[in-house]
C-alpha cells in the first residue's frame, strides 16, 4: 500500500504533497483493469463533523443495485483543508472505512475527481492507485476545463486540450454529475457503469447510499462532541 498522508508528528508541507501528488498522478492506469463481470460495486464517501472525518462506504450489487455491506470509520483530522489537495484530508477516512469491509467491489464510485483536477489526481484517482483497485470519480461539481457538445446523455470535459471526464445526464431536468477516470477504468467504462448505477436520482445509488450513512453517523456522533 502506497502512503498517502503525512504522520502526525511531522508538520504539513505543501511542497511535499505537491511532490506526491505529481508522483501518483503518474501512476494512474487509464484503461480497463476491471475483473469482469461486475458482481459488486461500492460508493465511497467523506463527511466532516467538527475536526473529525467520517468515512463510508457502500457495497451494493450491480445487478440488483441492493445493498449488501455498509462499513463507516471515525478518523481525526491531520491534514489541513487545501484547495486540489482535498484527497489527502479524506484519504484516512475512507482507507479505514474500506478496510472493514469483507466483500471485495470489483470497482469503487468516489465522490469526487479523478483525473478531472488540475493535477490529474483528486480523490478518486488518489484512492485507487493507493488501494490498487479501480475507481471512478463522480463529483458533483466541475473542478477544471469545461464542458463541450450538445448530447443529451454526456459531454466531454475537456481542459488544457484533453478530455478529462464527462458531464453525464443522469436524471432529465437536473444539473450534470462529473464523471472521470479514476484508476484503472477507462472514461468509456466508468460512464456506463454510473449510468448503470443511477435509479431515479441524479447520484448514483452507491453514493447515495454511501452519504446517507455517512450523515448518520454525524448526527449520531455531533451531539457526543458538544456534550458538557
Known amino acids: 500500500m502506497i502512503e498517502f498522508s503525512l504522520p502526525p508528528n511531522i508538520s504539513f508541507s505543501l511542497e511535499k504533497a505537491r511532490r506526491v501528488q505529481t508522483a501518483l498522478s503518474k501512476m494512474v492506469i487509464r484503461e480497463d483493469r476491471i475483473n469482469a463481470p461486475i458482481k459488486y460495486v461500492a460508493g465511497v464517501d467523506v463527511a466532516y463533523a467538527e475536526e473529525y472525518a467520517i468515512g463510508a462506504v457502500a457495497v451494493l450489487s450491480y445487478e440488483t443495485l441492493e445493498p449488501v455491506e455498509v462499513k463507516t470509520a471515525l478518523v481525526k483530522v491531520r491534514f489541513p483543508y487545501v484547495p486540489t ?24 464510485l468516489v465522490d469526487g475527481q479523478g483525473i478531472a483536477h488540475p493535477y490529474r489526481l483528486g480523490f478518486a484517482s488518489h484512492l485507487g492507485v493507493t488501494l490498487n483497485v479501480p475507481t471512478i470519480g463522480v463529483a458533483k461539481r466541475l473542478l477544471c476545463g469545461e464542458v463541450l457538445g ?7 470535459v475537456v481542459h488544457e486540450g484533453e478530455v478529462v471526464g464527462g458531464a453525464v445526464y443522469t436524471k432529465h431536468g437536473t444539473k450534470p454529475i462529473y464523471v472521470s477516470i479514476g484508476h484503472m477504468v477507462s472514461l468509456e467504462t466508468a460512464i456506463k457503469i454510473v449510468l448503470a448505477c443511477t435509479r431515479g436520482y441524479r447520484i448514483p445509488e452507491p453514493l447515495r447510499l454511501s452519504h446517507i450513512s455517512a450523515e448518520r453517523i454525524k448526527k449520531e456522533f455531533v451531539p457526543h462532541i458538544n456534550s458538557p
Not at 450538445?150 to 466531454?156: G, H, K, M, N
Open 85 to 108: 489537495l482535498l484527497s489527502f484530508r479524506e484519504m484516512p477516512a475512507a482507507v479505514a472505512a474500506i478496510k472493514k469491509l469483507e466483500i471485495k467491489p470489483n470497482v469503487f
Open 150 to 156: 450538445d448530447s443529451s446523455v454526456w459531454r466531454p
